[in-house]
């Protein structure tokens, strides 16, 4: 499966949707950014928004990738897309994350209109509600885009497909591990704080305890945010769908 994360606006979380909601939960899928992919083992190279044609040639390659497309690079992608004819059609799905401020929603709303222009169907662009506070309903904070696909509905916007403000994000910023493979983490850190000969030693393992507590609080609702996405509608019936919700 081959998705990309895309949206014309920064900071609206594109990153963190494709490391830990979408890449843990597609086997062997890797996480690539367009302006930098390891074409082959050890060798990096480099790939940037204007070199949309090599990307075609990277897609061709692999089986499944996330493909997470920075911010500054969105626009001329997008302007190779209209000139490469049914480029698009070399994703199964583009994920389009957003988050509450209203520059944001509207330029999500221009992120949808330009993939809706080049040709991709509503049932391939997928919102992904991000930073969600559950003190107010989601309606009501993403009226702006929610009011948009009402009168145009040129994307799909199922908002079980939420993920929520979590300090944790923060916490795995540098870190290459994702939250799965955190939660996942069965060091026991109370022993290890115990027999720490210093303070800053038993304050980093602290953090790495405080930090697994955290990513096994937010995995469920990933896995629920995975899960309404449907995925699995992309997968053929006779292909390996281990890990993919359907």
Not at 78 to 96: G, N, T
Not at 188 to 194: M, N, P, T, V
Not at 203 to 209: K, Q, S, Y
């Amino acid at each position: 499966m081959k998705l990309a994360v895309i949206n014309f606006s920064g900071n609206v979380g594109k990153s963190t949707v494709a490391r830990h909601l979408l890449a843990p939960r597609l086997p062997g899928a890797r996480v690539i950014a367009v302006e930098s992919i390891n074409a082959d083992e050890g060798q990096e190279q480099s790939l940037r928004g204007f070199q949309f044609g090599e990307l075609q040639e990277y897609l061709q390659a692999v089986d499944d990738v996330v493909v997470d497309i920075g911010a500054s690079n969105v626009e001329e992608l997008m302007r190779l897309m209209h000139r490469y004819r049914e480029s698009h059609e070399e994703f199964d799905c583009f994920i389009v994350p957003t988050v509450p401020p209203p520059k944001q929603q509207q330029d999500t709303i221009a992120t949808l209109a330009d993939l809706h222009a080049v040709g991709v169907l509503p049932d391939r662009i997928q919102i992904v509600f991000n930073m969600v506070d559950d003190r107010e309903p989601l309606e009501r904070a993403f009226h702006i885009l929610l009011s948009f696909l009402e009168q145009k509905p040129i994307a799909l916007a199922n908002t079980d497909c939420r993920v929520g403000v979590n300090e944790v994000y923060a916490r795995v910023g540098g870190m290459s591990a994702d939250l799965a493979e955190i939660a996942r983490d069965e060091t026991d850190y109370k022993r290890l704080i115990a027999r720490a000969g210093d303070r800053q030693e038993k304050m980093a393992l602290g953090r790495r305890l405080a930090t697994r507590r955290l990513a096994r609080g937010v995995v469920p609702e990933l896995d629920a945010c995975f899960a309404a996405l449907n995925l699995g509608r992309f997968v053929s019936d006779d292909a390996d769908v281990a890990g993919v919700a359907s």
